[in-house]
């Protein structure tokens, strides 16, 4: 069976389930495209992660309307389907062959034996180095492959005329169109670039609807060169922008490379990745309008802090799993 497809039955089966492996006898096996799944972080007051809430302990929204959650499970319930797009334009190919190492340890640390990790380069081309794998080792000796010969790696999406060199949206739109819209479970992509486009055929803003839409956490790495000055220039001004913005309303983060130890963040972002929640739910308005539902999910104890994505557009065609 497909992992998507396999994904679909599960959670149907689990359409009354107060967690991934707790359900009512009898329930009904539906498979339902107006399913909205939804991944959040939870710290307590201190900033600490939280990793024993139950489906008891939060409430979710649609457009301020309650709903009913229809499946929840944490973490280690569900597999983890991971890409990194690295950005190897002029500006950036020294920041991956610096972190390597971190990466190395950054993809053990979050690996489960259930979990996948894809590996995208892109300049003006968009190259998959690496494809689905259980092996961060693997994914790594791809890398150092990439940075020798990046020409030899095969292409995804269409062929463009990129002349000026850096496809930042497209990189992340088809990725996750092409790699992670139909995949099951938990999904995110790490992003290593200054966010600073002038070569892709989508925006920024049909870029950040579609992660929505397929329940992508986006984590944007930031790695800007500034001038002798030490001062950022307004292309730098506006990539910061471009990053925090399609971290902030994917439910991912955004972080400053060069004021963070690579250890810390990726320490970080392991942490957040094992201990995340995944909620379902079947909107009570169920109208394809095209319109913006911002979705809240609240926690039922004080001090508790969630972090989730801003919401999705409802499009007939979007893809919610």
Same mark, same amino acid.
């Given at each position: 069976?497909?992992?998507?497809?396999?994904?679909?039955?599960?959670?149907?089966?689990?359409?009354?389930?107060?967690?991934?492996?707790?359900?009512?006898?009898?329930?009904?096996?539906? /498979?339902?495209?107006? +399913?909205?799944?939804?991944?959040?972080?939870?710290?307590?007051?201190?900033?600490? +992660?939280?990793?024993?809430?139950?489906?008891?302990? !939060?409430? !979710?929204?649609?457009?301020?309307?309650?709903?009913?959650?229809?499946?929840?499970?944490?973490?280690?319930?569900?597999?983890?389907?991971?890409?990194? #797009?690295?950005?190897?334009?002029?500006?950036?190919?020294?920041?991956?062959?610096?972190?390597?190492?971190? +990466?190395?340890?950054?993809?053990?640390?979050?690996?489960?034996?259930?979990?996948?990790?894809?590996?995208?380069?892109?300049?003006?081309?968009?190259?998959?180095?690496?494809?689905?794998?259980?092996?961060?080792?693997? !994914? #790594?000796?791809?890398?150092?492959?990439?940075?020798?010969?990046?020409?030899?790696?095969?292409?995804?999406?269409?062929?463009?005329?990129?002349?000026?060199?850096? /496809?930042?949206?497209?990189?992340?739109?088809?990725?996750? !169109?092409?790699?992670?819209?139909?995949?099951?479970?938990?999904?995110?992509?790490? #992003?290593?670039?200054?966010?600073?486009?002038?070569?892709?055929?989508?925006?920024?803003?049909?870029? +950040?609807?579609?992660?929505?839409?397929?329940?992508?956490?986006?984590?944007?790495?930031?790695?800007?060169?500034?001038?002798?000055?030490?001062?950022?220039?307004?292309?730098?001004?506006?990539? #910061?922008?471009?990053?925090?913005?399609?971290?902030?309303?994917?439910?991912?983060?955004?972080?400053?490379?060069?004021?963070?130890?690579?250890?810390?963040?990726?320490?970080?972002?392991?942490?957040?990745?094992?201990?995340?929640?995944?909620?379902?739910?079947?909107?009570?308005?169920?109208?394809?309008?095209?319109?913006?539902?911002?979705?809240?999910?609240?926690?039922?104890?004080?001090?508790?802090?969630?972090?989730?994505?801003?919401?999705?557009?409802?499009?007939?065609?979007?893809?919610?799993?």
């Amino acid at each position: 069976m497909p992992r998507s497809l396999a994904w679909i039955v599960i959670v149907a089966l689990f359409g009354v389930c107060g967690s991934a492996v707790e359900c009512q006898e009898g329930a009904s096996i539906r /498979a339902n495209v107006n +399913l909205v799944s939804v991944s959040f972080i939870a710290r307590d007051s201190r900033g600490a +992660l939280l990793d024993k809430l139950t489906l008891d302990d !939060v409430e !979710v929204f649609e457009d301020s309307v309650p709903q009913k959650i229809s499946f929840f499970a944490k973490s280690s319930d569900v597999p983890l389907t991971l890409g990194l #797009i690295v950005d190897a334009s002029g500006s950036q190919e020294k920041f991956s062959k610096k972190h390597e190492k971190d +990466l190395e340890i950054f993809l053990k640390r979050v690996l489960g034996p259930k979990d996948r990790v894809f590996l995208l380069g892109f300049g003006n081309h968009l190259r998959l180095v690496s494809d689905f794998t259980q092996s961060g080792d693997e !994914v #790594i000796q791809h890398l150092k492959e990439y940075e020798k010969s990046m020409g030899r790696f095969p292409e995804i999406g269409p062929r463009e005329d990129r002349d000026l060199g850096t /496809a930042f949206y497209d990189s992340i739109y088809y990725s996750v !169109v092409e790699k992670l819209q139909n995949e099951p479970g938990r999904k995110a992509l790490l #992003i290593f670039s200054d966010g600073e486009d002038n070569s892709s055929s989508t925006d920024m803003m049909t870029t +950040l609807e579609t992660a929505q839409a397929a329940n992508v956490l986006l984590y944007t790495i930031r790695y800007t060169e500034t001038r002798k000055n030490g001062q950022l220039t307004a292309r730098n001004k506006y990539g #910061i922008k471009v990053m925090d913005r399609l971290a902030k309303d994917s439910g991912g983060a955004h972080i400053d490379a060069r004021a963070m130890d690579p250890k810390e963040y990726f320490q970080q972002i392991a942490d957040e990745l094992r201990t995340s929640y995944t909620l379902s739910y079947y909107p009570t308005n169920p109208m394809k309008d095209q319109n913006f539902r911002r979705i809240t999910v609240r926690p039922k104890q004080d001090g508790v802090k969630i972090r989730t994505k801003s919401g999705y557009f409802a499009r007939s065609s979007e893809n919610t799993k």
